[in-house]
C-alpha cells in the first residue's frame, strides 16, 4: 500500500522559500510519477510540478516555472518542491500525488493520480 506524508508547509512572506518533502513508502518507485498539486480556497486542485522517479526528468506547470523546482532523493524515496519568490496567489494547501506508471505524456489532472497525501498548508503573506 502507497503512503505519501508530506511536510515542510507554513507562513512565509511575499519573495521568500520553502521546501515540501513528500515521503513515499509501500511498493518500489521506479516506474512511478509523482507529483505536487495545490488547491486554494475555493478552486480546483491545480498541478504544479511532476518528476518521473527513474529518471529524474521534471515538468512545471506554466504558472510556477521559474519559481518552483522539482527533485527526488532516491535514497530517501522522497520528493521535493522547492518554492521560491513566493507570492500571495500561491498560498494553498499543496498535495503530493503517485500515479502508477508514465504513459508517454505528463499526467497534469488530479484524477491521473492514484495516491495523495494529506496535504500541507502554505501561506504567503503580503
Known amino acids: 500500500q502507497v503512503q505519501l506524508v508530506e511536510s515542510g508547509g507554513g507562513l512565509a512572506q511575499a519573495g521568500g522559500s520553502l521546501r515540501l518533502s513528500c515521503v513515499a513508502s509501500g511498493p518500489p518507485l521506479s516506474t512511478r510519477v509523482l507529483a505536487w498539486f495545490r488547491q486554494a480556497p475555493g478552486k480546483e486542485r491545480e498541478f504544479a510540478a511532476a518528476i518521473k522517479w527513474s529518471s529524474g526528468d521534471t515538468y512545471v506547470s506554466d504558472s510556477v516555472k521559474g519559481r518552483f523546482t522539482i527533485s527526488r532523493d532516491n535514497a530517501k524515496a522522497t520528493v521535493y518542491l522547492q518554492m521560491d519568490s513566493l507570492e500571495p496567489e500561491d498560498t494553498a494547501v499543496y498535495y503530493c500525488?503517485?500515479?502508477?506508471?508514465?504513459?508517454?505524456?505528463?499526467?497534469?489532472?488530479?484524477?491521473?493520480?492514484?495516491?495523495w497525501g494529506q496535504g500541507t498548508q502554505v501561506t504567503v503573506s503580503s
Open positions: 500525488a503517485l500515479r502508477r506508471s508514465y504513459l508517454g505524456s505528463w499526467p497534469t489532472t488530479a484524477s491521473s493520480y492514484q495516491y
